[in-house]
């Protein structure tokens, strides 16, 4: 009798044959009334499973891709690749020209056009997908986008014409965009305290290095097989990293609920354990429930326009951001040309027959010294947004007179020891001015932070600047007047930046998330430097939503 009577008082689970909620009649689906409590240690019986992905693995990963990013910018300038123009002379002798400008005949304008085509997939890219992270894994992004990047740069060596290879590089730019708007954030998260800026600063190193190394990469591979093979072994190269992104088990990027969160529950499992006898009363919650995700769904896109133009909007508010981006559109104005039109600047100044390889050389060492040095020099000063900005105005201001006076030398050595002081310089600004663009914002808006410098330096820096110059020189036909002009630059970005130093700024690195993460979620997206004792403990205590299963269970 005591067993039956246990039997009796068991809650029984509920069976639920509404066809709007089991299209199935033969199944019949229960809906477990158990109390939540009673499941919730289940949380705990197993150690949440460590990423594949340590600290510096994300670190060196993201490096890697970065410098393939920018060793496509630099093979498409250098002069292996990119080539020179057909010429002919007074006497009616043509010479064919060489590499992309010689095979599509472009002139100095399209030649620069060309070099900013792949800003506009970028452009438009780059905000979606920083939008888009707030619901879809950041991985599977990555993932996406770098595919993307692998097949239109293989497209472009198989492009026929000038327009042909101008659409493959807008496509390169839409590849791009999902990654340059989310790794800064996941580096960010994931290095150590004192020592962030390092971090970014390696990250960031890989631009100057990966456009050098583009320079003499398009060099050897432009002149030994053909422009062509530069972009498909470009491609084969990207190939493993873009696979990497649908491979990997996501990480919890900071200020995010991960995608597939069971918030979306609560209503339903509040439902659940306060109406464990009332069969009617959960069903009709669990209708209610169903009714309202289904016009939620009905306005997904809505929402997320809404919730893009609010983000932005109270991104544009931080006048210490604007000001921040303003200083570097500046001088990403005056690098864009200086990395597109460096190699045949030299070459028309100095008549360098390798200046591939000595401009390539240059900007590896002065980048890799200056980035590197920005980032632990920032550390060492105590990493504050003031202080970001006092090194900005400062290293902009001494390597732009460095980099003035090295074009108004004759002298290819002199040239080249003052260039090289300056470029030291210039690239310490990397850390730093990302480390503003990631700490004078909430945390959840980093990524379209990030998005949206990407757009606004490339719109209106190099994008503008590389057609522009190759206006003026074909205006002036004087490398040192195009390029003095263009160096002038840089002190209008050492102003705007020198005007941040005075702004009231607080560093919101460590503001609370305005989405929260539970332990559960937390045990399938991980931070790496999370102390994994700590979230297992909090995992026994979050409870689990009811559950929907066969009645032969």
């Known amino acids: 009798m005591g067993e039956d009577k246990k039997k009796e008082e068991e809650p029984k689970p509920l069976q639920i044959s509404d066809p709007t909620l089991n299209p199935n009649p033969s199944t019949v689906i229960e809906v477990s009334t158990t109390p939540a409590t009673a499941v919730a240690p289940m ?5 949440p499973k460590s990423s594949w992905f340590t600290p510096r693995r994300v670190l060196v990963i ?18 292996g690749v990119n080539g020179s123009r057909r ?30 085509a792949f800003m506009v997939g970028l452009l438009v890219a780059s905000p979606i997908f920083a939008s888009l992270a707030k619901s879809v894994n950041p991985f599977r992004l990555i993932g996406v986008g770098l595919s993307v990047w692998t097949i239109a740069v293989a497209g472009c060596g198989f492009s026929i014409n000038f327009w042909s290879i101008s659409i493959c590089r807008m496509f390169v730019g839409v590849g791009e965009a999902s990654f340059v708007s989310l790794a800064a954030p996941f580096i960010d998260d994931n290095a150590p305290a004192a020592q962030k800026n390092a971090w970014l600063g390696i990250f960031y190193m890989c631009i100057p290095v990966g456009t050098a190394v583009g320079y003499v990469f398009g060099g050897v591979v432009g002149n030994q097989l053909s422009w062509r ?35 979306a529950l609560t209503t339903v499992e509040t439902a659940a354990s306060d109406n464990q006898g009332g069969e009617l009363s959960l069903t009709g919650e669990f209708v209610k429930q169903n009714s309202q995700l289904s016009r ?9 326009v809404t919730r893009f133009l609010q983000d932005l909007t109270a991104l544009l508010g931080e006048k210490v951001y604007v000001v921040n981006v303003l200083g570097y559109i500046a001088y990403n104005f005056v690098i864009g040309s200086y990395s597109y039109w460096g190699p045949k600047a030299g070459y028309g100044l100095y008549h360098m027959s390798n200046a591939d390889l000595m401009f390539g050389g240059v900007t590896v060492v002065s980048g890799v010294l200056g980035t590197v040095a920005g980032g632990f020099l920032l550390d060492r000063m105590t990493s504050t947004i003031p202080n970001a900005f006092k090194l900005l105005s400062a290293v902009t201001f001494t390597g732009g007179i460095f980099c003035f006076a090295a074009f108004c030398f004759k002298s290819l050595y002199a040239f080249m020891a003052f ?15 990302n480390f503003v663009c990631l700490h004078c914002v909430h945390p959840s808006l980093r990524p ?28 002036v036909q004087n490398w040192r007047i195009s390029a003095l002009v263009l160096t002038s630059i840089f002190f209008i970005a050492s102003a705007i930046w020198f005007i941040g130093i005075f702004l009231r700024s607080v560093d919101r690195f460590n503001e609370d998330s305005q989405h929260p993460v539970t332990a559960a979620d937390r ?28 009645a032969s269970y």
């Open 448 to 475: 379209l932070s990030m998005a949206i410098s990407t757009v606004s330096i490339h719109i209106f820096g190099d994008v503008p600047s590389a057609p522009l110059v190759g206006l003026i020189q074909d205006h």
């Open 229 to 263: 093979y530069a972009f498909w072994i470009e491609a084969i190269l990207m190939l493993p990293f873009a696979v990497l992104g649908f491979l990997t088990k996501p990480l919890q990027l900071k200020g995010f609920a991960p995608a597939g969160s069971r918030k």
């Open 523 to 550: 045990a399938n997206t991980t931070p790496l430097l999370e102390d994994k004792t700590a979230e297992t403990t909090a995992a026994s205590h979050e409870p689990e939503p009811f559950l929907l299963r066969p």
């Open 43 to 47: 949380a705990s019986s197993s150690p």
């Open 87 to 116: 010429t002919c002379t007074k006497s009616g002798t043509c010479s064919a020209g060489s590499g992309i400008q010689g095979d599509f005949n472009l002139n100095n304008f399209q030649d620069g056009v060309l070099s900013s």
């Open 296 to 304: 939620s769904k009905a306005s997904t896109n809505l929402n997320q």
């Open 62 to 79: 993201f490096s890697v891709i970065n410098m393939l990013n920018y060793l496509d910018r630099g093979a498409i300038a250098s002069n």
């Open 419 to 433: 260039l090289a002081i300056g470029e030291v310089l210039i690239f310490a600004t990397q850390g730093p001015v």
